[in-house]
């Protein structure tokens, strides 16, 4: 939350890779393009400095990346029901409702992702510019759409070289407001370069890009010790969610679908910066639309939905901080890399 606060504060520094942060204890947050800080820090104004502050606009993106899986779907496949199965499987993967409670930035591009690559197939090229815009201005792993659309769209790609990047400097407006100059918003992006690049720190729940499918390791957030139980956040996928999506992925036959999914991750295998499973939300999404559309019209999606129910279910208090005995948490750990 310090990069809420320090926008919240309207100072300049919040833009400043070099600046202090005016309380002990916090810091600010310039290493990622500012519009989904920019709602957080709007929905703080308004419902003050609290959780629900905080949180409330991941809700509501959360809600509307369902939205996205549905209009993708239904864009690609004309169909309401195949469209419905693919929001219910997306709505029910734990990874996706646990990102949809925090305060990152993961559940906004995913939605402008979303809007992004259904406009794009629906030959809407304007308004899919637009929403990769709002993409990149959010995080700009969005970059990663451009393939996307050169591969499948190359004779209407003019409308990816003009739009996004005028959308993403306007992002910055309030840095010139507040009296930033261009030549800072150079250097503030040379010094995020820097770190992208160059950064060798580690962490205990880092992952690699090809360990993201397999639902290796998700991230622990949270933990609250109780006397005989434990409270956890992990961001935790549902396993039905993935591993039946690599199920799905052999017998794809739509190669738009499949290029969208890998282009959306497989990048970030060469990374030379630690990543998280999060990283991965964009490509899952896609792939709740892969994995809908192989099972829709099979025999075995009334099975598959309740297992994606359990699933969902089952994963539910790891998710959320339900506290759970601690002497039964080892049936919640299927693999001891979740731990």
Request: aromatic share 24%; glycine share 4%.
């Amino acid at each position: 939350m310090p990069a809420i606060r320090a926008i919240s504060q309207n100072s300049s520094d919040a833009y400043n890779p070099f600046a202090k942060a005016p309380e002990p204890n916090t810091a600010y947050d310039w290493l990622h393009p500012p519009l989904a800080k920019l709602f957080q820090a709007g929905s703080v104004k308004v419902f003050g400095d609290n959780s629900f502050g905080w949180r409330f606009p991941s809700a509501i993106f959360g809600t509307l990346s369902i939205a996205g899986v549905y209009y993708l779907a239904w864009v690609l496949f004309k169909s309401q029901c195949l469209s419905l199965t693919a929001a219910l499987i997306f709505s029910l993967d734990n990874l996706q409702f646990t990102m949809s409670r925090i305060a990152m930035n993961d559940i906004f591009v995913t939605t402008w992702i979303l809007f992004a690559l259904a406009f794009f197939f629906k030959k809407n090229y304007f308004l899919s510019a637009i929403f990769t815009g709002l993409a990149l201005a959010t995080k700009h792993s969005a970059v990663f759409l451009y393939p996307i659309f050169f591969l499948f769209g190359w004779r209407y790609f003019y409308y990816y070289l003009f739009i996004p990047p005028l959308i993403y400097l306007f992002s910055y407006l309030q840095m010139f407001l507040l009296g930033g100059s261009f030549q800072g918003f150079i250097n503030l992006h040379q010094q995020i370069y820097w770190y992208q690049t160059s950064l060798k720190a580690t962490h205990d729940y880092q992952s690699t890009a090809w360990q993201w499918p397999l639902l290796i390791r998700p991230v622990w957030f949270y933990v609250q010790y109780y006397k005989d139980s434990v409270a956890n956040i992990y961001n935790l996928g549902n396993p039905a969610v993935f591993w039946g999506g690599l199920v799905a992925l052999v017998f794809n036959r739509q190669l738009f679908l499949l290029a969208s999914y890998l282009l959306l991750f497989s990048p970030l295998i060469f990374s030379p910066r630690i990543l998280f499973l999060h990283h991965y939300l964009p490509a899952l999404a896609v792939l709740a639309v892969i994995l809908s559309r192989q099972i829709y019209q099979s025999k075995y999606l009334p099975y598959f939905l309740i297992l994606v129910c359990f699933c969902f279910i089952w994963f539910f208090p790891l998710n959320t901080a339900l506290a759970i005995k601690t002497a039964w948490l080892k049936y919640w750990f299927w693999l001891p890399s979740w731990k």
